[in-house]
């Protein structure tokens, strides 16, 4: 079945070590990639997103992504985590459903734990 | 700018009870969307307005859920009868349009317990 695939339930890392979450999805065709991060207590929101052009986008507080086409995949990544980028982290593939409508189809999410 | 508004953020029901939710998107945007995020899953697409008119409602459980927007601007979700199952967040979004490169913004959220 086409899906969004995020491999680690639940991550934990140190502050300043680095951050590869993996994201990888099954849909054909023309797709658009985004990460979402919902911090405790707040809405979901827009990390980053990539819809063509270089593979390596850049998004806000220092995350970036890339796309690997061939790998269908957009791997959310950054060099050194900080403990206020603990928040569940979901990828994200617009893709073409029923008939002409496009929809977004969310992984099942990644629990960041960054300890102090 | 304000946000996506939700109400209310919190709703208890027994099995077989109706309920609803209510969803007033960003000024101005024209679609409109619900998701229902059950717990450890991520959001899943129930359906999408464009104004006050239906995009996609593939994945919305026909038989008992319903949803509207009227005028184009707030919109009502209605499940009738609840199950166990339909224990979950439904989060409304919305968007300025329906083009898959538009960010979507999401509201906090109605968190419904089905006892």
């Known amino acids: 079945a086409q899906s969004v695939s995020q491999h680690n339930h639940h991550v934990i890392l140190s502050e300043a070590a680095s951050l590869e979450l993996g994201c990888n999805y099954s849909?054909?065709?023309?797709?658009?990639l985004f990460w979402y991060v919902q911090y405790p207590g707040q809405h979901l929101q827009l990390l980053l997103k990539?819809?063509?052009?270089?593979?390596l986008v850049k998004g806000i507080k220092g995350f970036e992504a890339e796309f690997i086409k061939s790998k269908f995949s957009f791997n959310l990544r950054k060099p050194s985590v900080q403990w206020s980028d603990t928040a569940e982290y979901f990828c994200?593939?617009?893709?073409?459903?029923?008939?002409?409508?496009?929809?977004?189809?969310f992984g099942s999410g990644t629990q960041l734990t960054v300890l102090p | 700018e304000a946000g996506v508004a939700q109400s209310p953020r919190y709703k208890i029901i027994e099995k077989r009870q109706s309920v609803a939710f209510w969803c007033n998107p960003i000024?101005?945007?024209?679609?409109l969307y619900w998701y229902q995020q059950i717990l450890g899953q991520g959001p899943k697409l129930l359906i999408q307005?464009?104004?006050?008119?239906?995009?996609?409602d593939s994945q919305l459980p026909k038989d008992r859920f319903s949803a509207e927007r009227l005028k184009g601007v707030d919109s009502t979700l209605k499940i009738q009868p609840a199950k166990l199952e339909d224990s979950a967040v439904y989060l409304c979004?919305?968007?300025?349009?329906?083009?898959?490169?538009?960010?979507?913004?999401f509201g906090p959220g109605t968190r419904l317990l089905v006892l």
């Open positions: 979004a919305s968007s300025l349009g329906a083009s898959g490169r538009q960010t979507q913004y």
């Open positions: 849909y054909g065709g023309t797709v658009n």
């Open positions: 990539y819809f063509s052009g270089d593979p």
């Open positions: 994200a593939v617009n893709h073409f459903s029923s008939g002409s409508a496009r929809q977004l189809t």
């Open positions: 000024s101005g945007h024209a679609t």
């Open positions: 307005f464009q104004n006050n008119g239906v995009v996609d």
